[in-house]
């Protein structure tokens, strides 16, 4: 996975980009980020990218020629049209089922905005969607962009260990994750609860669904619903076999 991000402050990304999971999977070579600072295509003097919005109004608007000069750079990199994301208040907002789709393309393209926004014909030529992370405003598009790569790296084939780091986590299969516990056996008086070291897998894992059942539809009652909606069997009263008459 190729990741390019657009950005007037490349600087942000290096210390997340280069430690922990992400910065394993860069040396492997599961991983490329690369970084273009739009004011290196700015085309005067002060590397300025902003000017005053059309129509009036507070602030400064990224123009657009930087922006379409920096894409096309990036695009030289990449074999095909990469898919490219703008962070921004006005897109979808982000979810685990965004990123395991996004994880399956090859290039990924992300413009991060920042002072009232790009001018929007920029926007509409070369963007195939726009993302939030969340209803609340934020200085520019850097740390959005970091949770996208983020969330879509741990989707890749190879970045974390196995394939359980991520399969039971929050949010991955519909449900929030169950309490985690580790040594020491009792803290503050609290003990470890018994199932867990018990031996008992099956228990185990019973005990760990119906905690994250309880979990989601007490804080996030609208995933628990959904999730009930999508297995209704599982919710569904059992119905008790029916043992034959044996005649005498």
């Given at each position: 996975m190729n990741f390019h991000i657009l950005t007037l402050f490349p600087e942000m990304f290096e210390g997340v980009l280069g430690e922990s999971m992400l910065g394993r999977a860069r040396e492997k070579?599961?991983?490329?980020?690369?970084?273009?600072?739009?004011?290196?295509?700015?085309?005067?003097?002060?590397?300025?990218?902003?000017?005053?919005?059309?129509?009036?109004?507070?602030?400064?608007?990224?123009?657009?020629?930087?922006?379409?000069?920096?894409?096309?750079?990036?695009?030289?990199k990449c074999d095909a049209k990469p898919h490219v994301i703008h962070m921004s208040p006005k897109g979808d907002v982000f979810t685990q089922e965004k990123a395991i789709e996004l994880?399956?393309?090859?290039?990924?393209l992300i413009i991060c905005g920042h002072y009232e926004g790009i001018d929007q014909r920029v926007l509409d030529e070369i963007v195939d969607?726009?993302?939030?992370?969340?209803?609340?405003?934020?200085?520019?598009?850097?740390?959005?962009?970091?949770?996208?790569?983020d969330a879509v790296s741990r989707m890749i084939d190879g970045v974390l260990s196995n394939e359980e780091s991520f399969t039971d986590e929050s949010?991955?299969?519909?449900?929030?994750?169950?309490?985690?516990?580790t040594r020491p056996f009792e803290f503050h008086g609290v003990e470890v609860p018994a199932v867990l070291t018990s031996g008992n897998h099956a228990e185990i894992a019973k005990w760990r669904h119906q905690q994250s059942l309880d979990i989601t539809?007490?804080?996030?009652?609208?995933?628990?619903?959904?999730?009930?909606?999508?297995?209704?069997?599982?919710?569904?009263?059992?119905?008790?076999?029916?043992?034959?008459?044996?005649?005498?």
């Open positions: 070579g599961i991983l490329s980020f690369n970084l273009y600072n739009i004011r290196d295509w700015a085309g005067n003097k002060h590397n300025r990218v902003d000017d005053a919005p059309y129509g009036g109004g507070r602030g400064m608007v990224m123009q657009a020629p930087p922006v379409f000069d920096a894409y096309t750079a990036a695009c030289e994880s399956k393309k090859s290039d990924i969607e726009e993302i939030s992370i969340g209803d609340y405003v934020l200085t520019g598009g850097e740390i959005p962009a970091m949770t996208v790569i949010h991955f299969g519909g449900l929030l994750e169950y309490p985690q516990y539809q007490a804080k996030r009652p609208d995933m628990y619903e959904k999730y009930r909606e999508l297995h209704k069997e599982e919710f569904e009263p059992k119905k008790k076999k029916r043992r034959k008459k044996i005649d005498a």
